[in-house]
């Protein structure tokens, strides 16, 4: 028995280490981090202001983005795409994220909406609207939340049924990004009627051209934060679809979009967290040098601990956001990281920005000084992508499928 | 001339948005940990000699540095930009204060080595500030020169260039080969796309040491004290010019 014991041990130990994360990035990755970096600050923080003032969709920032290879990093090399990892999307959103929010989240609406054709697509639907988005300076739009369901996806009321050899479409989608620039819409549609059909089976995705004639696409929504970002509402009345436009199996439609979310989720986290660091950084810089009681406020220990929890939040949630990311990367099932990290990096985003502006005290509120802005950016993370609640959700069934 | 070749140098240096802090000992400033890049100069260089690619007066670009293992990741950098191959000349510990004359020295090894018909280099390191080393290649070349370079034109082995100068921009033309130093407003480098990163991982890079060229790099200058500049102090506001002069007279500046 002792023997076995000792054997058992040693294995174990060989799979502990043969499994170990470095934690130190690739050159590659250090040079990647180090382009976009200096294409946010000559590119994105300069306009980020105005953007976020009128609300006007960022064309040209997105067209540089696009001119640098930003946008469509995960597409696969064979469609035209760099074929990154998960990794180096989270390293470049970050960073993006650290710009300005609603420009990176209208730059990384493009890789929600290619996931689920990337991970369920056909190859010709692939080479069809992926090839498409790496030849031309395109915007694609995620279409799967509606306006009585959101964190309820399978509550979707928008249908699809088949006719021939076709499929007509009918119903609305809202609160979709890049919605009203998209050239294409990945679709979540109930293709079966029966109420008492089971999920798994009674739904399914489409692409849709964003050209085809019954697509309209509504006013451009106000929100409190990530105001470069577009949103609105779609709808489609009789849209017509061929077969040929099926993401995944007909069916199929409710697996692939919980799939992408595997992928999506660690993206999203990773450009909460550049808001994250950016909160912190200019809390930090502010504290350097606005003197309260005869001293820079980052020496009164009050201040100092609080910059002490930003970054304590910022490392952790990056510390998530990376594990969730290589792990996808790495072949495994990432779900119960992903919704960790996404999670957690809501939570530091928007408490860090909180404090940012509380670190500026009064001109924290104001709008000539940077807090105020990510606060109001730093909501949303809370919301999309998965509530909050969605998330705790996930974690808390993932978390107990190890003891049953 | 069915194509120039083209040897451009760049140096690894600390970071512009740094903020500089002075080494305890006062012989130098700290680097490490500290964030470095390419010399802004030097990308206004390789963005130069990548232009002339692209309007194919340029068919070959080599890209040279001289400097420690992590020097590495700027002529990689280079490379990204749109660089053929690399050559770094890898100093080894001791040899780390390289001063102007010992890279002279350095690229004109190398320009024997590789014959290009041009040698652009960045104006000036910002570490250093020392805008020699382009002066001092041209010399020991005994080729022709052309620094500050804010505009550059080529037609028939002659090279048109505009310097900035202290009175304004002054143009010249040189023959090639020649050796030539940018300036800032010579062009607006380049990002590296991420597509050409990974491009550039497959480019090769050419090691070897200084000692493997032959040149001697032991340093003629040595650095007595590194300081701080001195803190600012208030002024003194004054209600009118006889009390300046007044005042100026007390402290000293007029007589």
């Known amino acids: 028995m002792a023997l076995l014991g000792r054997i058992g041990r040693q294995v174990c130990q060989r799979i502990v280490c043969s499994r170990s994360i470095s934690m130190s990035l690739s050159d590659e990755q250090k040079e990647i981090m180090d382009s976009t970096r200096k294409f946010v600050y000559d590119e994105i923080i300069p306009k980020a202001a105005y953007h976020d003032e009128t609300g006007e969709y960022p064309w040209e920032i997105i067209r540089s983005a696009w001119d640098l290879g930003l946008m469509n990093t995960t597409i696969p090399e064979e469609y035209g795409g760099l074929g990154l990892s998960l990794m180096d999307l989270s390293l470049v959103l970050e960073e993006l994220g650290y710009g300005c929010t609603g420009i990176s989240t209208a730059i990384a609406g493009n890789s929600l909406a290619e996931s689920p054709v990337i991970i369920a697509g056909s190859h010709e639907l692939k080479k069809k609207y992926l090839g498409r988005m790496t030849e031309e300076y395109l915007v694609a739009a995620y279409g799967v939340t509606e ?11 928008t249908t699809s049924r088949k006719v021939g050899d076709e499929h007509v479409i009918n119903g609305g989608k809202m609160w979709i990004t890049n919605c009203g620039h998209a050239n294409w819409f990945f679709v979540f549609t109930r293709s079966d009627p029966d109420p008492k059909a089971p999920a798994g089976k009674a739904f399914t995705a489409f692409v849709v051209d964003a050209d085809a004639p019954g697509v309209t696409v509504g006013r451009k929504e106000w929100n409190m934060g990530q105001r470069a970002s577009d949103t609105r509402g779609v709808t489609f009345d009789d849209v017509v679809v061929s077969s040929d436009n099926i993401v995944g199996q007909p069916g199929g439609g409710f697996k692939v979009a919980m799939a992408c979310f595997d992928k999506t989720r660690p993206t999203v986290g990773a450009m909460s967290l550049g808001l994250a660091r950016r909160a912190l950084e200019e809390a930090t810089k502010y504290s350097m040098e606005r003197k309260t009681m005869g001293k820079p406020i980052f020496m009164h220990q009050a201040i100092n601990f609080m910059l002490a929890d930003m970054a ?11 594990k969730s990311s290589l792990e996808y990367d790495e072949g495994r099932r990432n779900t119960y990281y992903a919704s960790i990290g996404k999670l957690y990096g809501a939570i530091a985003a928007n408490e860090n920005a909180s404090d940012c502006v509380q670190v500026f005290g009064g001109n924290g509120y104001n709008k000539d000084y940077p807090a105020e802005k990510l606060m109001r950016d730093a909501k949303i993370f809370q919301i999309y992508e998965g509530t909050d609640q969605i998330q705790r959700l996930i974690i808390g069934r993932e978390h107990m499928t190890k003891y049953m | 001339m069915s194509g120039l070749r083209v040897l451009v140098g760049c140096k690894r240096v600390i970071d512009y948005a740094v903020k500089i802090r002075v080494r305890p000992d006062h012989l ?20 130069e000699a990548v232009r002339m690619k692209q309007k194919k007066v340029a068919k070959e670009i080599i890209v040279a540095s001289c400097g420690p293992t992590q020097s590495q990741e700027t002529i990689r950098t280079a490379l990204a930009m749109g660089a053929d191959r690399g050559i770094h000349v890898e100093l080894a510990k001791g040899e780390e204060d390289l001063q102007p004359l010992a890279v002279a020295k350095v690229f ?4 024997e080595k590789e014959k290009p018909d041009l040698v ?3 104006k000036q390191a910002i570490d250093d500030d020392s805008n020699q080393t382009t002066q001092l290649l041209a010399g020991l070349l005994d080729w022709p020169q052309g620094t500050m370079a804010s505009v550059l034109e080529h037609s028939d082995g002659v090279l048109k260039i505009t310097r900035e100068i202290d009175g304004g921009l002054e143009d010249i033309s040189v023959k090639l080969p020649a050796v030539v130093s940018a300036d800032l407003r010579l062009n607006e480098p380049r990002y590296a796309t991420l597509p050409n990163i990974m491009k550039a991982k497959k480019k090769k890079i050419e090691k070897m040491s200084v000692a ?5 790099v032991t340093p003629r200058l040595k650095v007595q004290n590194v300081v701080d500049p001195p803190v600012r102090e208030a002024g003194d506001k004054v209600p009118d ?15």
């Open chain 2, 241 to 255: 010019v006889s009390v300046l002069i007044e005042k100026m007279k007390e402290k000293g500046h007029l007589k």
């Open chain 1, 147 to 157: 306006p009585s369901a959101g964190s309820d996806v399978a509550s979707t009321r």
């Open chain 1, 312 to 322: 304590l939040k910022y490392e952790l949630a990056r510390l998530m956001v990376w």
């Open chain 2, 28 to 47: 130098g400033v700290v680097t490490d940990g500290v964030k470095h890049s390419m010399n802004p100069f030097d990308e206004n260089a390789v963005e």
């Open chain 2, 212 to 216: 493997d060229i032959g040149v001697d």
């Open chain 2, 108 to 111: 004109a090894k190398l320009v």
């Open chain 2, 120 to 122: 652009i280099l960045g």
